[in-house]
């Protein structure tokens, strides 16, 4: 029995590998994922992240211009060149491994893995046509088969709002440390800017202003995202929920957020700028809410909810930047940084959910990970529907 039962389980070891081996896999990675360069003369310059650049010894101007022609921001001449690794400033003493270890483990596993790298300071909506283009590669590449996501943060609002648009090419999805039901978004990132290892500029709020990406990733205004149906992602400071519209400029003028907690009157260009951004991301909310006419591909969620994480940002509050507090709000179990509650995919989506303990950046990184992908191949493969049926192949 013993010896039978050893055969069964070698057999099942090859049968899984096998069926692992059919399924590509890619990943997409969050808000500051990849490395951003230039070529001058022939070599290339990084521009985002080097070990340099996180100690503070550099300082690259990462600005977008933020003027548009055709409904489209203009462009710079920087490019994602690929997933973010990791960064290391002083060796054992302050670094930080960011994607390397999920991409190596991913590469270890025998299956077809590829990562999908986008310049994260652009619109979503673009960065959403791209990713579907490249999943329509990766299909074509396996003979029309089906493609299996791996998203991280707003990796995962891009495949949200992807898989409403061609769901035919899904796979499956794991959502991990996924923003998908809003709050006060990166705003925190355009109001006060952020810190990167020990450099307060690359990513200020001067530089951050003009990445359109960061004005689309706020609770949209019609439809409810958490149990509390009050919660808008501004309060006042005695905790109240203050009514805002986040795709409305007029209410980032009202409450003097943004530019505008510095500047009372920015420039036409910035003004333009903002509008055209906010109109993007309206849309983009749209296009991530549940839709009863598609079938949808088995879902999985991880998320964080052992980290207290601030709710929202304090209007006046003790540790104000420009009238808004970022650090001293009310708090809630999440990753640190996303809310557990505001990681639950939009009312009407079914999914599996299976929570971790793991700060935000290193969520992907959780053990479980792996093997919930191979359910997740499993299951379709029970299902029968692995391949595209819209491919010109089949």
């Known amino acids: 029995d013993s010896m039978q039962q050893k055969r069964k389980t070698r057999e099942e070891k090859k049968r899984r590998k096998l069926l692992r081996a059919e399924v590509p896999l890619v990943t997409i990675h969050g808000y500051k994922g990849s490395v951003l360069a230039r070529k001058v003369n022939g070599q290339l310059d990084v521009l985002w992240l080097t070990a340099f650049q996180a100690a503070g010894f550099s300082t690259p101007d990462l600005s977008l211009p933020m003027t548009w022609t055709d409904g489209v921001q203009d462009r710079d001449d920087v490019e994602s060149m690929h997933t973010l690794k990791a960064v290391t400033v002083v060796p054992y003493l302050y670094e930080a491994d960011l994607y390397g270890l999920w991409l190596a483990k991913a590469k270890a596993s025998g299956r077809p893995t ?5 310049d994260w300071r652009r619109s979503n909506l673009e ?8 999943l329509q590669w990766i299909s074509a590449k396996h003979h029309g088969r089906k493609v299996q996501i791996c998203a991280h943060s707003l990796g995962a609002v891009i495949t949200m709002a992807a898989m409403n648009l061609k769901p035919e090419l899904f796979h499956s999805v794991l959502f991990c440390g996924a923003p998908l039901r809003g709050g006060p978004g990166l705003c925190d990132n355009i109001h006060g800017g952020t810190v ?8 200020g709020a001067d530089v951050a202003v003009t990445f359109a990406s ?8 019609d439809h409810g995202h958490t149990a509390d149906p009050t919660y808008t992602g501004i309060a006042d ?43 993007e991301g309206r849309k983009l909310r749209e296009l991530m809410k549940h839709r009863a006419d598609i079938k949808y591909p088995p879902i999985t969620v ?48 079914v999914y599996d959910l299976y929570p971790s303990s793991l700060p935000h950046v290193e969520v992907i990184n959780d053990p479980k990970i792996p093997h919930l992908l191979d359910d997740l191949v499993e299951k379709v493969a029970e299902t029968g529907a692995l391949f595209n049926l819209a491919h010109p192949k089949l």
């Open 114 to 118: 590829y990562e999908f790298s986008y």
């Open 196 to 203: 990167v290892g020990r450099n307060h500029n690359i990513t």
């Open 237 to 279: 400071a005695q905790g109240n929920d203050l009514p805002i519209n986040w795709y409305d400029i007029e209410d980032w003028k009202k409450y003097k957020l943004g530019i505008f907690g510095k500047e009372e009157n920015p420039s036409p260009v910035v003004i333009e700028h903002m509008k055209n951004s906010l109109k």
């Open 127 to 134: 960065t959403v046509t791209r990713f579907l283009l490249y």
């Open 302 to 349: 991880v998320a964080s909810n052992t980290i207290p994480t601030p709710l929202c940002m304090v209007q006046n509050g003790p540790k104000s930047v420009h009238g808004w507090d970022l650090e001293t709000s009310a708090t809630a179990l999440g990753d640190g940084r996303i809310p557990y509650a505001h990681m639950i995919p939009a009312p009407g989506f």
């Open 214 to 221: 960061l004005y689309q990733m706020a609770q949209d205004v």
